[in-house]
């Protein structure tokens, strides 16, 4: 297929990978104070943070620097959280309710500041996003969204009717949508790289082809098996997210990764770019297993990101699918090579809320349910506070985390979910 004779396996906002620095094969310490396990923006935040309070921290990567899910996204950093605020305040009162949105808001505020301080040159845009009705039923939803978000929380959002998407929109596949205003876009491994550059330069110890493999707790310290031998430190920070293993056992029943796919389309004419996305909103449905897509920050590419329906098939096969997906929405972008595909690991926790606290001395933030980007920037100066003596204050951490049922780190229950899922989608 024509379409295809240019596509690389290969993660468009890596190629090239911004962070050209080289962290592999330094001298490991034998002790540190702080050891942080995982680069992407939680650990890299909370290192940054730490070093500025004259902390001794090392972090180790397993892979190469920042290289998962925090460069692996779709940019987006997003108001509100992964559930509904209606059920949150069924749930949890009012006033928490409350608490949870305005943590989501200053998440954003979080990043743009840390944006400004390091001079990171990442895109940052306030575009707002766009979250578009997939059936018609669903622009009430919609409707009852924008009330509930002006009475309980007094935030501004405007309601686009099915007649005046194309306003937003050069689709005409949805049935109306919902603006929020205040949501940004960025080049997400732009971003990290720029964290990663705050944060050597703060002093931290960077270490990337470095894994973490068992850690034992010794004479009040911990003791860390790592792929290049032990370290000893007097406080472990584990920010591992969709990729969490056995290494932290409590943590890893409490998260479910799963796979998200990408792809981005080669250089459009310009005046076809402009009309997918005519206000450059970060854009996605009300499905629940979603189509999330924007435009590349340059203005040139189509970015279109989902869950493939047949998850067992090899990458391009799969790449084939999300392109068929891309047409539903966007049929005019059919003579176009797809150039790039690629996948990472979102972490899904029971109730869909992001974990954060210290469980047997392991301080951990990780279950971003797809909204991590603002999020665990944002609970990575929560966790660097923790550990400074500061406290721990969030509604986040209030919450008690649930272990998943009967899941030992093999999520064997994924394909019956996926189905189920999709059904819904399909009948409500
Ligand atoms: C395709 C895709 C699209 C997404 N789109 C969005 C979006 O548009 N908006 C949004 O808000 N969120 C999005 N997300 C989610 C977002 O990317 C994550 O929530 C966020 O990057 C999490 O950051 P993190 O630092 O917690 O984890 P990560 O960036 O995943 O970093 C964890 C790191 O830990 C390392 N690690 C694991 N185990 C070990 C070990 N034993 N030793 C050493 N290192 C280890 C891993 O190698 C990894 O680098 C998306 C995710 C994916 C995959």
Redesign the pocket.
Known sequence: MAQFSNIREATYWMDPHPTTKNYANKELPQKTDILI???????VVTALQLKKAGADVTL????RIG????S???????TGLSVSLYKVMKKFGKEKMVRFFQESLESIDCVEQLIKEGAIDCHFERNGFMEAAFKPSHYDGLKEEQEFLAEYLNHTTHLIPPEKMRDEIGSDFYHGGLVEPLSAGLHPAKYIAGLIRMADAAGADIHEY???QKIKKVQGKFKINTSRGPILAERVVV?????T?N?TPWQMRRVVPVE???IATQELPPETAKALSPNNRMLFDTKRFLF?FRLSPDGKRMLF?GRPKQSWKTTIDKAKIMREDMLCVYPQLEPYTIDYCW?????FTADRFPIIGERDGIAYA?G?C?????M?TYLGFKLSDMILGKGLHSAFAEKKSIPIPLYQGKPWFLPFAHYYFRMLDMIQ
Request: proline fraction near 0%; hydrophobic fraction near 35%; glycine fraction near 22%.
């Open positions: 396990v995982g680069s992407g923006y939680t650990g180790i990567e397993r892979g290289a998962e899910a925090s692996k996204n779709g940019g987006m950093a997003l470095v894994e973490a920010c591992t997210n969709g990729y293993t290494l998200s796919f990408m999330y990101g996948f990472g690991k979102v972490c990780m971003y797809g909204h991590g980007v603002a665990a």
